[in-house]
């Protein structure tokens, strides 16, 4: 079975700064990227999807490089609110199912 | 709009006992459906897959099994728990394989073998 690899973290970070998540996938035919939130005990929920191009929703930018294959997670300005666990997700060639990474823990502080 | 829900969302059974976890999808037709188990600080593995009706794909041997008996119900069962399937199961789904829009993920059972 592919692999997809993240820092599993904990990121602690503060209050308005700034954090980008790594993930790297093995299967270099992989289509469709997405980044999930988890929060404690809770479902994951689907964050954005990452298109070739990079995506930008708010203060949240993902970014694909394909040649290297990996997609990074870009936060600007952190909130206490954005504590949560951070999924990669990848679909790869020849499965019908998505792989999700283990996660990265961010913890925002005060 | 489409929903998922799962039930019940906490379980506490004795080693031995069985099992049964229903999930259905409201608002949508022919979903791809799956079966994850979260086990306590560990990832996502997914257990079971469905593309129809009485289609199940196994993808870990275990003691569990899954059914489709309807379109829109996906049941996750055990004749016998074990202390090891303690775990937050999640149920999702998918329009197709998901490859556009990801999956949508139940509330989740939280359940406890002891």
């Known amino acids: 079975r592919k692999e997809v690899e993240q820092d599993p973290g904990p990121f602690n970070v503060p209050e308005g700064a700034t954090v980008a998540f790594n993930c790297t996938y093995s299967?270099?035919?992989?289509?469709?990227f997405f980044w999930y939130r988890q929060d404690c005990r809770k479902e994951p929920k689907l964050l954005m999807s990452?298109?070739?191009s990079g995506n930008e929703d708010g203060r949240f930018t993902a970014q694909l490089n394909r040649a290297s294959q990996y997609i990074s997670l870009l936060i600007r300005d952190s909130k206490l609110s954005d504590s949560a666990t951070y999924l990669c997700?990848?679909?790869?060639?020849?499965?019908?199912?998505?792989?999700f990474g283990k996660g990265t823990m961010l913890l925002v502080s005060p | 709009s489409q929903t998922i829900h799962q039930w019940p969302a906490t379980l506490v059974q004795p080693v031995g006992s069985p099992l049964s976890l229903e999930c259905t999808v409201e608002?949508?037709?022919?979903?791809?459906l799956y079966w994850y188990r979260q086990a306590a600080g560990r990832g996502l593995q997914l257990l079971f897959y469905?593309?129809?009706?009485?289609?199940i794909s196994s993808e870990v041997p275990q003691n569990l099994s899954a059914s489709r008996p309807q379109d829109r119900q996906f049941i996750l069962s055990s004749k016998k728990l074990l202390l090891s399937d303690s775990g937050f199961y999640l149920c999702?789904?998918?329009?197709?394989?998901?490859?556009?829009?990801?999956?949508?993920f139940g509330s989740g059972t939280r359940l406890t073998v002891v």
């Open positions: 997700v990848v679909n790869e060639e020849g499965y019908s199912t998505l792989t």
């Open positions: 608002g949508t037709s022919n979903p791809n």
């Open positions: 469905s593309v129809g009706i009485g289609q």
């Open positions: 990452v298109y070739s």
């Open positions: 299967n270099s035919a992989s289509q469709s």
């Open positions: 999702a789904w998918s329009v197709s394989a998901g490859l556009l829009y990801g999956y949508t």
